[in-house]
């Protein structure tokens, strides 16, 4: 996690388990998106829905499985943007059980205004905090 400034932990759910006793690979996407959550938060007074004039919708999602995880595991996310673009970001993901890897990944996100149903330019003042927060 030392090259994530933001994590937080996560406890599987009963929710979160498949028939095969183990957490369900749709699962691990609401794990990825309870940490964005929690990213955007800590960037400020920020949600899925307001970066400040708009919200953010889901573009692209990869999913990288390392190990099995279980009910009442106590996980750490960690979230990270990797990229600024004109109208998305990219945010990278790290799932660990223990300090062991358990599941890594990406999503691409747009800046999406609700009422018109267009993507639109991430807002300035969520851009800088974004980039200052991460460096980039």
Known sequence: MNKFRFSMPYLVRVADI???GHVANSAVLNIMQDGRI????RLGPYSELDLGG???ILTEAHVFFRAEMFLHD???IGVRCSEIKRSSFQLE???ERG???MAEGSTVVICFDYQTRKAVRIP???REKLASFENL
């Not at 929690?38 to 938060?41: H, I, S, T």
């Open 124 to 126: 300035v003042p969520f």
């Open 18 to 20: 498949n028939y095969g």
């Open 74 to 76: 106590e996980l750490m």
């Open 93 to 95: 993901y790290r799932i």
């Open 54 to 56: 708009c919200g953010i």
């Open 38 to 41: 929690g990213y955007l938060a």
């Open 99 to 101: 300090g062991d890897l």
